[in-house]
């Protein structure tokens, strides 16, 4: 493994400044999470790139360093350092950037569709995201409805998706179909 220093980057110059230290022969990196946003006009899911830290990168060495080819490099202000002397990261500084490189890998940082499918926060239709996000047994909060603010408990998720819950309507337990849509889980009871 080599040694990791921190590149500072002209304004807005992140990926030409990577592009051209890759070109040069060096292993760079800036973390970047992406982001969905949606398109009113073209009424499609836009991915965005965000970097996480804006005009850095971290740029990894072996051996001799040619300072004036990393300096020329087109995007690229300065290595950052003490009076104009490179610093290396050091030992922790590194272990967490390898840390940070292995979860943009696993799409930690990502709020995409694809990412929330594939950490299970979200399934890819309605119906699975309600059997993940409600189980049988859980207790739920009704928002929307002729039974809103009544607390039930989750029996199944039907094969559409939709919660089938017993509530206590006048002292007996009544079984009612609730959109997903239209329950929270209620973080209290459970916790007790």
Same mark, same amino acid.
């Given at each position: ?5 921190a590149?500072?980057?002209? *304004?807005?110059? =992140?990926d030409?400044?990577?592009r051209?230290? #890759?070109?040069a022969? &060096?292993?760079?990196? $800036?973390?970047l999470?992406? !982001?969905?946003?949606?398109?009113k006009r073209?009424?499609?899911?836009? *991915? ?7 005009r850095?990168?971290?740029?990894e !060495?072996? %051996?001799? /360093?040619?300072?004036? /080819?990393?300096r020329?490099?087109?995007? /690229? ?12 990261l ?9 840390? /940070?490189?292995?979860?943009?890998e696993?799409?930690? +940082?990502?709020t ?11 399934? #890819? !239709?309605?119906?699975?995201t ?14 929307? %409805?002729? +039974?809103a603010?009544? $607390?039930a ?14 509530? $206590?309507? &006048? %002292?007996?337990?009544?079984?009612? !179909?609730?959109d ?5 889980l209620?973080? =209290? $009871? =459970?916790?007790?």
């Amino acid at each position: 493994m080599g040694r990791w220093y921190a590149i500072e980057t002209n *304004v807005k110059c =992140e990926d030409k400044a990577l592009r051209n230290l #890759r070109l040069a022969g &060096f292993r760079a990196y $800036s973390p970047l999470a992406r !982001t969905e946003i949606w398109n009113k006009r073209k009424r499609v899911h836009v *991915v965005r790139e965000l970097r996480l830290m804006p005009r850095y990168l971290f740029l990894e !060495t072996h %051996g001799e /360093v040619p300072w004036y /080819v990393i300096r020329a490099c087109e995007g /690229v202000q300065r290595v950052l350092g003490v009076d104009g002397r490179p610093v290396a990261l050091g030992r922790k500084d590194v272990k967490a950037l390898l840390d /940070v490189m292995e979860a943009e890998e696993n799409l930690e +940082f990502d709020t995409t569709r694809a990412a929330k499918i594939r950490r299970g926060e979200i399934g #890819r !239709t309605k119906a699975e995201t309600a059997r993940i996000r409600f189980k049988a047994g859980a207790n739920i909060t009704i928002t929307k %409805g002729p +039974f809103a603010a009544f $607390s039930a408990k989750v029996v199944t998720v039907s094969g559409k998706g939709k919660l089938e819950a017993l509530i $206590s309507v &006048f %002292g007996r337990l009544t079984e009612v !179909t609730v959109d997903p849509e239209w329950a929270a889980l209620d973080l =209290e $009871s =459970e916790a007790a």
